[in-house]
Nanobody
Framework: QVQLVESGGGLVQAGGSLRLSCAAS????????MGWYRQAPGKQRESVAT???????NYVDSVKGRFTISRDNAKNMVYLQMNSLKPEDTAVYYC???????????????WGQGTQVTVSS
């Protein structure tokens, strides 16, 4: 199994910055995708940013140019640097890892507990 623990959330003013961190542990395979998702009250959970083990990165349009996702494979960590924050960014942010597990081969997905990000206007 895999465990994911997020940190770095908090309350900031519009225009401010936060850096989220996610520490992964357990049976992590070389080929995987890690990313950040968020969910605001009354809304569906959405993908914010993802990065594959091959180095490909994808952002939702609303955060392009403001957020940066990065990985440290040696430490099994993924980060989300959030700049120029807007009230619309307010949500619970979740770390995610997806990989193909064995016996039999199947896609397996793991989630952290979430960290609250609140941006005041």
């Amino acid at each position: 199994q895999v465990q994911l623990v997020e940190s770095g959330g908090g309350l900031v003013q519009a225009g401010g910055s936060l850096r989220l961190s996610c520490a992964a542990s357990g049976s992590i395979f070389s080929i995987n995708t890690m990313g950040w998702y968020r969910q605001a009250p009354g809304k569906q959970r959405e993908s914010v940013a993802t990065t594959t083990s091959g180095g490909y990165i994808n952002y939702v349009d609303s955060v392009k140019g403001r957020f940066t996702i990065s990985r440290d494979n040696a430490k099994n960590m993924v980060y989300l640097q959030m700049n120029s924050l807007k009230p619309e960014d307010t949500a619970v942010y979740y770390c995610n890892l997806a990989q193909i597990g064995p016996f039999p081969a199947s896609r397996r997905e793991y989630w952290g507990q979430g960290t609250q990000v609140t941006v005041s206007s």
